[in-house]
């Protein structure tokens, strides 16, 4: 009885230590695939996380614009728009191309942007809208 014991135990031993040795060699020979399927999890979950992040980010935005909206300036959404382009420099022709509108649109949204916003030209209007954080 004492014999079988010690016989099943170092075959449970030994089949241990094969295994262990074949996963050590699978893992051996297989090296580049595990270092490969370990960075792209990495990447995967930085990239999901990314996203996250910039959707938070587009959503805290759309949120502020909302309540920019719904202010006692009352800037419509064309107006926040032809301010946004402004923002980033672009001229009066350049707006009109990028939101499909004539020139003389976009001279009306800004004409209503200064009275709305209480000043008198772009730079001013920008300055305003930096203090009421509208970007």
């Given at each position: 009885?004492k014999?079988?014991?010690?016989y099943?135990i170092?075959?449970?031993v030994l089949l241990?230590?094969?295994?262990w040795l074949?996963?050590?060699?699978?893992?051996?020979d297989?090296?580049?695939e595990?270092?490969?399927?370990?960075i792209?999890?990495?990447?995967?979950?930085?990239g999901?996380?990314?996203?996250y992040s910039l959707?938070?980010?587009?959503?805290?935005i759309?949120e502020?614009?909302?309540?920019?909206?719904?202010?006692?300036i009352?800037?419509?959404?064309r107006?926040?728009?032809?301010?946004e382009?402004m923002s980033?420099?672009?001229?009066?022709q350049?707006?009109?191309?990028?939101l499909?509108l004539?020139?003389h649109?976009?001279?009306?949204h800004?004409s209503?942007?200064?009275?709305?916003?209480d000043v008198?030209?772009?730079?001013q209007?920008?300055?305003?809208?930096?203090?009421l954080?509208?970007?």
């Open positions: 009885m014999s079988t014991i010690v099943g170092s075959m449970a241990f230590l094969l295994k074949e996963v050590k060699y699978l893992i051996m297989n090296l580049f595990l270092y490969a399927g370990i792209a999890i990495v990447f995967m979950v930085l999901a996380w990314f996203m959707q938070q980010k587009k959503q805290e759309a502020k614009k909302q309540i920019i909206q719904n202010t006692e009352g800037l419509s959404q107006e926040l728009d032809v301010l382009l980033q420099g672009y001229s009066n350049q707006i009109a191309d990028k499909f004539s020139i649109t976009i001279k009306t800004s209503n942007l200064f009275l709305k916003l008198k030209n772009r730079t209007a920008l300055l305003k809208a930096k203090e954080e509208i970007f």
